[in-house]
């Protein structure tokens, strides 16, 4: 396969079937998906709900392995990669260092406070202690988490703080290539601006995303381009 150096993702023909044990029925999650990714583009899918958005994704954080397709994504440290063919060893390294997954669900760490989850995924880029401790803080400040919190264990946040939580530790990570399985979900207004200008912000420090996003409204002027995944092409 020929690979152009403006490509940073290309999914070609891929299609996920699930099969429920219980019943023996097959679901087509996705069919012959086909999306070439530009290098600091940020494209929105969007579709009705089971349109299968949210098993792109997770076939490319490999979440979930697709039965055919490919999916080539142009690595700074292995070069083109098919994420479909690549090492477990290989996928462990491209989540810690070039790939990152936010969704609405935070996974939560047995011990560690909200301030902590944030220098650990400073640290896990290769930050130093004294870094992660300034963009900790930056970012739980720019996402208004009372500082209350930060010393304290999330399991008692509430949904929107532990969202909050969740997009502040992904993004202090600068990933490479960012997927985003509608983050917003249940935020209000003000926090989704928050959201939406440290998007901004990624943009411009050339950050490639691919999202997913309910509320319309908000991909507006935000993405350059739109997948759609009813008529398996671009949104005029
Ligand atoms: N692990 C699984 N096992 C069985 N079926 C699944 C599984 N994951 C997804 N599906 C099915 O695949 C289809 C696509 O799901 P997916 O979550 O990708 O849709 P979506 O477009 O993201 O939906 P929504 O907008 O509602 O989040 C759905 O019909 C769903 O029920």
């Known amino acids: 396969m020929e690979h152009n150096e403006q490509v940073c993702l290309q999914i070609?023909?891929?299609s996920k079937q699930f099969?429920?044990?219980n019943s023996g029925k097959t679901i087509h999650a996705c069919q012959?998906?086909?999306l070439t990714l530009n290098k600091g583009e940020f494209i929105g899918i969007t579709g009705k709900s089971g349109s299968g958005k949210s098993t792109i994704l997770k076939g490319i954080y490999r979440t979930n392995l697709p039965q055919t397709g490919e999916i080539w994504y142009a690595s700074e440290k292995y070069g083109w990669i098919d994420?479909?063919?690549?090492?477990e060893r290989q996928i462990l390294y491209l989540r810690r260092y070039e790939i990152g997954y936010v969704s609405q669900f935070l996974q939560l760490m047995p011990r560690t406070t909200a301030r902590q989850i944030v220098e650990n995924a400073v640290l896990e880029r290769g930050?130093?202690?004294e870094e992660a401790r300034r963009e900790a803080e930056a970012i739980l400040l720019h996402f208004?988490?009372?500082?209350s919190l930060w010393d304290t264990y999330p399991n008692t946040f509430s949904g929107g703080e532990k969202l909050r939580l969740n997009i502040a530790s992904a993004m202090v990570k600068h990933p490479r290539l960012l997927l985003l399985d509608e983050p917003t979900a249940s935020l209000d207004q003000h926090s989704k601006r928050k959201v939406r200008d440290l998007i901004e912000l990624l943009k411009q420090e050339g950050t490639t995303m691919l999202g997913i996003f309910h509320d319309l409204e908000f991909m507006e002027n935000l993405c350059d381009r739109r997948y759609n995944m009813q008529s398996g092409a671009m949104d005029a």
């Open 83 to 87: 994420l479909c063919q690549a090492t």
């Open 32 to 34: 012959h998906v086909s």
């Open 19 to 21: 099969t429920i044990y």
């Open 127 to 129: 930050g130093k202690a």
């Open 12 to 14: 070609c023909d891929l």
């Open 144 to 147: 208004e988490l009372d500082d």
